[in-house]
């Protein structure tokens, strides 16, 4: 009888995986995917000696981290202004600003390219119209009255027990990543942060932000009417309930409910007596030419064949792969990364593979699978702004990023509409 086991792939030790010689010519490496992944894994491998051949089937480099298609479907083709013949308006990038102080591993690449930032100055409007629960959030000013962020007052006690249950989960997520030890004293919160210490055992990587927010007072009507809406515009989806609580003061820090002079300013500016912006995110100095200038720097040294789909990556027997393009060019290289999706690189690996491997390579789900309309950005660019309720229409397109109603429908369902103000948004 034969026995198949599941062997894993031990690097340095594994055939295909044995190190590669040292030197200043350390073999080639092919790199399939020219988005962010790709350029980076092209870079760091230019840097250590490697001939680096990538492989981007668009006609640029960059994927997805330097344009963002914006469609709708109701406003396919009716729109005069900057729209294709497929509906589509193309922005400069989907993210136009990040805090530096949680994406380092990106800061510090910018600060090695010398890709200058400058300081993105945010400020989030809410407007509910919902009944009995009617009133407007700055959320970068803590302050309020009868008139101005009135929605602190009608939620104050949920604000409160929001406030203690982010506090809970930051202290929480503090003793399992071991943030009270002597080595990790003045250590700055990351991104990274709750893979560390002891990080993968606290029980806040499972449960839920709202069942922790309940469970301090808060209530069903404040999750919907205020914490949904105003980060649903971040993470592109409208159902935030089964969000772990140990991202709780991750946004927190970057986008705060509960602002403090740590991450957000308000006073007196030449745009508004009462301005607000939160302070936490910088973006590229020149916009557009920032970040297409990162990926041009990415690449530097790399044998960059954009136009080019790769139709196999073939293993011989001296454990070397030919790649094949559409171009029917062929090139011999020690290794292949493959940055794209894995049913692509699935299609492009002609062996026969294991239950295990299709099962892997085909089950994989991406955002970017899904059509806007199953909770993902739906969203068209125009210039009409009388979505935009009259009496704070002329404050917020003065100093606003991004406005965002809330009303109630018929059958009593909470209905979230938000508006980009790239007027503010993009230098």
């Known amino acids: 009888?034969?026995?198949?086991?599941?062997?894993?792939?031990?690097?340095?030790y594994s055939k295909g995986a044995e190190p590669l010689p040292q030197?200043?010519?350390?073999g080639t490496v092919a790199v399939v995917g020219g988005?962010?992944?790709g350029c980076g894994a092209a870079w760091m491998l230019a840097r250590d000696g490697f001939d680096v051949v990538l492989y981007e089937a668009r006609p640029a480099t960059s994927g997805n981290a330097r344009t963002f298609d914006w469609v709708d479907d109701v406003w396919r083709k009716t729109s005069t202004t900057n729209v294709d013949e497929e509906g589509r308006v193309k922005s400069c990038v989907s993210v136009t600003a990040w805090p530096s102080l949680l994406y380092k591993n990106y800061t510090a690449l910018l600060k090695h390219l010398n890709v200058e930032t400058c300081a993105m100055p945010l400020s989030w409007f809410l407007n509910s119209k919902v009944p009995g629960y009617e009133g407007t959030l700055w959320g970068a000013d803590p302050n309020s009255d009868n008139e101005f962020n009135t929605l602190r007052d009608v939620f104050r006690d949920d604000f409160r027990a929001y406030e203690?249950?982010?506090?809970?989960?930051?202290?929480c997520t503090d003793f399992f990543c071991l943030a009270w030890a002597p080595w990790k004293r003045g250590d700055s919160r990351s991104m990274y942060t709750n893979h560390t210490g002891l990080g993968l055992l606290n029980p806040l990587n499972v449960v839920p932000l709202y069942t922790v927010f309940r469970a301090f007072g808060g209530t069903d009507a404040w999750w919907d009417i205020v914490f949904t809406p105003y980060y649903t515009a971040s993470f592109l989806v409208d159902e935030l309930r089964p969000f772990p609580a140990v991202f709780g003061p991750i946004i927190e820090a970057q986008i705060p409910l509960n602002p403090t002079p740590e991450n957000s300013w308000h006073g007196a500016s030449d745009r508004a007596e009462r301005d607000c912006v939160l302070t936490t995110c910088v973006t590229w100095k020149d916009a557009g030419a920032g970040i297409r200038g990162v990926f041009a720097k990415l690449v530097e040294g790399v044998d960059v064949?954009?136009?080019?789909?790769v139709l196999q990556v073939q293993l011989l027997e001296d454990g070397r792969h030919k790649v094949v393009d559409e171009h029917d060019d062929a090139i011999i290289a020690d290794r292949v990364i493959f940055a794209c999706p894995s049913a692509a690189a699935a299609?492009?690996?002609?062996?026969?593979r294991t239950?295990?491997?299709?099962?892997?390579?085909?089950?994989?789900?991406?955002?970017?699978?899904?059509?806007?309309a199953t909770g993902h950005m739906h969203a068209v660019m125009h210039s009409d702004s009388s979505v935009v309720d009259e009496k704070y229409?002329?404050?917020?397109?003065?100093r606003g990023s991004n406005y965002v109603e809330v009303t109630q429908l018929q059958d009593k369902s909470i209905n979230i509409e938000n508006q980009y103000n790239f007027g503010v948004q993009t230098p």
């Open 164 to 171: 203690r249950a982010e506090y809970f989960a930051r202290r």
């Open 393 to 398: 229409r002329a404050e917020f397109l003065r």
């Open 35 to 37: 988005g962010i992944a």
């Open 305 to 309: 064949r954009v136009d080019t789909r």
């Open 355 to 372: 239950y295990l491997e299709n099962a892997i390579l085909s089950t994989v789900v991406y955002a970017d699978d899904h059509h806007p």
């Open 347 to 352: 299609t492009m690996i002609k062996k026969p």
């Open 23 to 26: 030197g200043t010519k350390r």
């Open 1 to 12: 009888k034969c026995f198949f086991f599941i062997f894993l792939t031990v690097p340095g």
